[in-house]
């Protein structure tokens, strides 16, 4: 069984920044894909950003160049730098993992029912 907890969630004016952290418990596999993902109110869950065992990242159209994935391996921990924060990126973020990826011949993706284990969140609030 694998333990996911976020923090880092917060409010923050427009063009803010905040860091996400995620940390990993029990037990893991050396290959996986590792993602960010939020759901607005009245949205579904989307891809924001994610890594893989490799390091390989992949970023949404809308966070390119503001967002940036990371990881900490000594740490178990999974990062997201959020700069330039704007108000359409208020949701709540979680992160989650993929053992099987390199089952597919995957590396970082986005398709949200190949993530089998999911933290419980954490609120990100951005006010104009």
């Known amino acids: 069984q694998v333990q996911l907890v976020e923090s880092g969630g917060g409010s923050v004016q427009s063009g803010g920044s905040l860091r996400l952290s995620c940390v990993a418990s029990?037990?893991?596999?050396?290959?996986?894909?590792m993602g960010w993902f939020r759901q607005g109110p009245g949205k579904g869950r989307e891809g924001v950003a994610c890594i893989d065992s490799y390091g390989t990242t992949r970023y949404a159209d809308s966070v390119k160049g503001r967002f940036t994935v990371s990881q900490d391996n000594a740490k178990n921990t999974l990062y997201l730098q959020m700069n330039s924060l704007k108000p359409e990126d208020t949701a709540t973020y979680y992160c989650?993992?993929?053992?099987?990826?390199?089952?597919?011949?995957?590396?970082?993706?986005?398709?949200?029912?190949?993530?089998?284990?999911w933290g419980q969140g954490t609120q990100v609030t951005v006010s104009s």
């Open positions: 029990g037990h893991t596999y050396s290959s996986y894909s």
């Open positions: 989650a993992v993929d053992f099987s990826n390199g089952d597919y011949g995957l590396g970082p993706h986005f398709m949200v029912s190949e993530y089998k284990h």
